[in-house]
């Protein structure tokens, strides 16, 4: 039977690969891996399982995540990035043995509210991201009610979040290193600062926990540099068949809105996959796909269910070989350039109905 759908393939010595590089550029530094939105697209408990006994902690941004990975079996501290909302999610976070960041004074307030004990808090501080973090002139009062707060262990650990640490040209990266180390000066509390760029190239910024995410699954988070550069190998190939072969006349069109025409007779092969699989819309025509280790430029508009590529240099292609979207061979960072995003967004956008094949 000819195969007819799109799949992906995780790798799963690639991510332990990954990991161990982390380990290699943070060596006195505990890692918690990120594996939010639903792992980057890789499988929540998926990488979970296969990083379970290679990383420290797991980092996620929201209690049903975490609630997803204790219920999988899964032992190890697991941090709650967005942290709890409600009095009800404090129980659930006890329930769960669960570490929650604290970023707001209202957090505080249920803390000091809630009859739960022992909740492993980590402060975060705003030094310039400007998203979740307690303003700087808050930070002696808010943690002063930490310490005296009966549902907070003893322990409270420091967290600051990079605003532009992909780009090494930009000091604000430094600057916030500098400005977070002035705030918590004088406290005793494990810190935790570096994502996958700091751990790769912010060196002062890997402290007792590093916490890469992009990094972990083979894509470069490094502005100009490859992820092959970095050492990293990709986890995720994103395959899909040949499904069709096409003649198609000199001053044809394919796809829709006549968006592309032929130049001179071409030959097309229409390929099962397209923007219902989470192969992005955006993506320009002529971006590559690689077919039997050669690379091919697609042609006409990505549809829901279809992206078509000219093979004329190739008429030997036939129904049924597998083509690569991204992976092995073909760095997601590029085909996320072609569409004018970044890995993140192509890693993430996979749809439900694609399979999951996992490869050791």
């Known amino acids: 039977m000819i195969p007819n759908i799109a799949y992906i393939e995780i790798d799963a010595e690639a991510l332990r690969h990954n990991a161990r590089k982390v380990r290699e550029y943070a060596p006195e530094s505990k890692i918690i891996a990120v594996i939010k939105g639903n792992a980057y697209g890789h499988g ?34 697991i941090l709650v990035l967005q942290g709890f909302g409600s009095a009800k999610e404090l129980e659930l976070f006890s ?48 943690l002063h009610r930490l310490r005296e707060c009966s549902a907070v262990a003893t322990d409270i650990r420091f967290v600051t979040h990079f605003a532009n640490a992909d780009d090494l040209h930009d000091t604000k990266t430094l600057q916030q290193w500098m400005y977070f ?14 994502n996958s760029a700091g751990v790769i190239e912010w060196a002062d910024t890997r402290q007792d926990w590093v916490r890469p995410g992009l990094m972990l699954y083979g894509a470069s988070p490094i502005m100009g540099q ?25 001053g044809e069109y394919v796809g829709y809105a006549r968006a592309w025409s032929a130049k001179k007779d071409t030959l097309v092969a229409v390929i099962a ?29 990505v549809s829901m269910d279809m992206i078509s ?24 960072d590029k085909i996320a350039k072609q569409a004018n995003t970044i890995a993140y967004t192509l890693l993430c956008g996979i749809t439900q109905r694609v399979p999951v094949k996992i490869t050791e």
Request: hydrophobic share 40%; aromatic share 6%.
């Open 309 to 332: 590529v000219n093979i004329t240099e190739n008429p030997e292609i036939k129904i049924g070989d597998r083509v690569t979207l991204w992976g092995k061979g073909l760095p997601v």
């Open 226 to 250: 490859s992820a092959e550069e970095l050492g990293l190998q990709p986890v995720m190939s994103f395959y899909a068949p040949v499904i069709a072969i096409k003649s198609v006349k000199a």
């Open 181 to 194: 180390e002035q705030i918590i000066s004088g406290e005793v509390g494990e810190i935790s600062a570096a």
């Open 44 to 77: 929540l408990t998926v990488v979970a399982n296969i990083l379970q006994n290679q990383v420290d902690a797991f980092a996620v941004a929201r209690l049903s995540e975490a609630v997803i990975l204790r219920n999988s079996g899964i032992e190890n501290k």
């Open 273 to 301: 996959v397209g923007y219902g699989d989470g192969y992005s819309r955006h993506v320009k025509v002529g971006t590559k796909v690689m077919i039997n280790g050669e690379y091919y430029p697609t042609v006409g508009r």
């Open 95 to 142: 329930e769960y043995k669960l570490d929650s960041i604290v970023h707001c004074a209202e957090q505080v307030a249920l803390l000091e509210q809630t009859s739960i004990t022992k909740l492993n808090v980590w402060l975060k501080i705003d030094t310039g991201m400007h998203r979740l973090g307690i303003e700087p002139e808050q930070f002696k009062l808010i």
